[in-house]
């Protein structure tokens, strides 16, 4: 009997867009998602759906970035059939450490731990949820959770994530001493993805999960952090400020330049005094303390 095949679709667009895209990939039904020579490839498993349904996905998803206003002309989709018994070990092949400058590095479940990585290191199991590591928001957030941590702990222990995805920002509040972590997303299968990274953390005492949005964050956070969409970031702006203590700390993330300033302006409305603002490839992250 023939083995069963698995689509990949080799997906190339811009750096800014791929990224992008790549966050999507798994809530579309991909399994793994591999970056090589400026292409996305997306493996779909076999049997659940047809290559020209896995294409209409596609398609739908990008029809949907572009009516958000994501330039989407140039993307350009290839298929190659790959049989069952490879792909695995092929994808899992390309996943490399993620070393962030900020002494936060990022391993995937299969590598050994190894002692020379530096600062703290956070296992996160990829191609499941949006928060890998790879995206220059979640870098930038990681980053300003770890530089903000020291001084939001003085304020309050308590710590919540706001879409929170794989749970990475999560595992590392937990990880620099934050007491009360609070990991929030609407997406079930998100909460699946990060209690399993929790799991693989050895964290399961020290942050919890909940199916929801911005009304279960908990009063009296010395941090929260909130990497979604500048249109969600500003209508829950309230409603994040309000569950800050006095001196804690707000890390917003999800903007793309020229989308920021809208931000800012709410975020000193709602009494948040601007401590930094952080940029790379165009995305954008801010963060406020509340006075
Ligand atoms: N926190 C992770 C990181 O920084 O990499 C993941 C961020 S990902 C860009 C955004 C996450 O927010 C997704 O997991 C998505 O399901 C979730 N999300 C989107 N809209 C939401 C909402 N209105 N309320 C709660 N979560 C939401």
Known sequence: MKPPVWHLFWISAPPGLRDVISGFLPGIGSNGVMEQGGRLGAYFPPGNRSREEVWNVLQ??????????????????????????????????????????????????WLEPDA??????LVIDPGTAFGTGHHETTADCLC?????????????????????????????????????????????????????????NRLENSIRMRLGTVDLLPPGCGMITANLFAGLLADYMAGMVGALSQGGILVLSGMLEGQDTRIERAMKASGLHLRERLSRERWVTLIGMRG
Request: with cysteine.
């Open 116 to 121: 020379s990585y530096p600062g703290v290191t």
């Open 144 to 200: 300003a959770l770890r530089e903000y941590a020291r001084e939001a702990l003085e304020v309050s222990q308590g710590f919540a994530d706001l879409g929170t995805g794989t749970g990475v920002l999560a595992i590392l509040a937990a990880r620099v001493g934050f007491k009360a972590v609070l990991g929030i997303d609407n997406d079930p299968d998100a909460i699946s993805a990060a209690l399993h990274n929790i799991r693989l």
């Open 60 to 109: 739908g998803m990008l029809e949907g970035l572009a009516a958000a206003g994501l330039r989407t002309e140039t993307v350009r989709i290839e298929y190659e059939p790959v049989e069952d018994q490879d792909w695995n070990e092929t994808w899992k092949r390309t996943i490399q450490p993620i070393v962030l400058g900020c002494d936060v590095t990022i391993v995937p479940p």
